[in-house]
């Protein structure tokens, strides 16, 4: 019988420090896409996430609701893509996607995962990461309120405006 | 798929749906890491109300004194906010991982709350959270301008021996 999070931080709290590898295994896939996606960079994305990972554990012994243990490291992980993303800002390295950038195209249109990815590079990061939080992750408003911090009509209005603008984009992009 | 995506952009959220491959490399470092951090401490046993709200005075008053020297640098930093509505109020930031439930403030009269806080020299970023849902810069401190996506933070620098 495959344990539950709960089980698995008990085994880590009472010494099989290894059974940590079961939470790493278990939401490995969508914490590294949540982080690849909103960090647009593999390696960046690999860092949060490694980082995060050793944070929750630290916390784990404080942590009492073990059984939302992805919804908790989400809000780790969701810091510390804002901490690389505003790094990134204040040391000016990045090279965001300028306005003359090249749209990727193809035959079949916006489907396939490199323009995806592109058009939502375009995306400001809170409009990003709420759009990837819901759409993408399948969370709630109201999960997305408490990993994020942000009140659902706010969260609702960012929603709209980045839908509006990747409607925008899709359409000059099939029209290119 | 959420009900409520346009049409028009299902195939673009599709495109970003694939998840990552398992990475043994990345799960074999957070072991290593874990392996030298050894077992986690345990969350504190539960203690009377009371006894917290005296043992968080004590500490507020500790505040006030030079840190010995040559002991361990964390010191006890409080957090105080007013917030008459409320019924429960609790402190997220860098350094309780952001975890709602591992901070709570107490209720000091009608509309007080607050909470003393160990923290090693270094830059903090938090808020307050209110009822589970609300959160809150600290008004009474600098709001950090590196965590803004409309959830307001506020930062808190500890200095350390000779700074």
Known sequence: ?176 | MTDDLPPELEAFVTGLRTTPSANAALRERVLASARGLGVPRRSRLPVPRSLLIGLAAVLAVLVLRRHPEGRDPARPVPFVLMAPKAVRVSIVGDFNDWDQAATPLQRAGEHTWWVVVNLPPGRYRYSFVLDGTHWVADPAAPRAADNDFGAESSVVTILGKGS
């Open chain 1, 1 to 176: 019988m495959t344990p539950t999070d709960g089980e698995v931080i008990a085994r880590v709290l009472a010494g099989d420090v290894d059974a940590y590898g079961i939470i790493v295994d278990r939401y490995h896939g969508r914490f590294a896409r949540f982080a690849t996606r909103m960090l647009g960079s593999r390696e960046d994305a690999e860092e949060a996430l490694q980082d995060a990972l050793i944070r929750a554990y630290r916390a784990l012994g404080a942590y009492q609701h073990r059984e939302r243990f992805a919804a908790w490291f989400y809000r780790i992980l969701v810091n510390r893509c804002r901490s690389v993303l505003a790094q990134r800002q204040r040391r000016r390295a990045v090279e965001e996607p300028t306005a003359d950038e090249d749209t990727p195209t193809s035959d079949a249109g916006f489907v396939g995962r490199e323009q995806a990815t592109w058009l939502l590079s375009r995306l400001p990061a809170d409009q990003r990461e709420v759009f990837l939080l819901r759409y993408v992750e399948d969370l709630s408003y109201a999960d997305i309120a408490a990993i994020t911090g942000v009140g659902e009509s706010a969260l609702k209005m960012r929603v709209k405006r980045g839908l509006e603008q990747l409607r925008q984009l899709l359409r000059q992009g099939n029209d290119d």
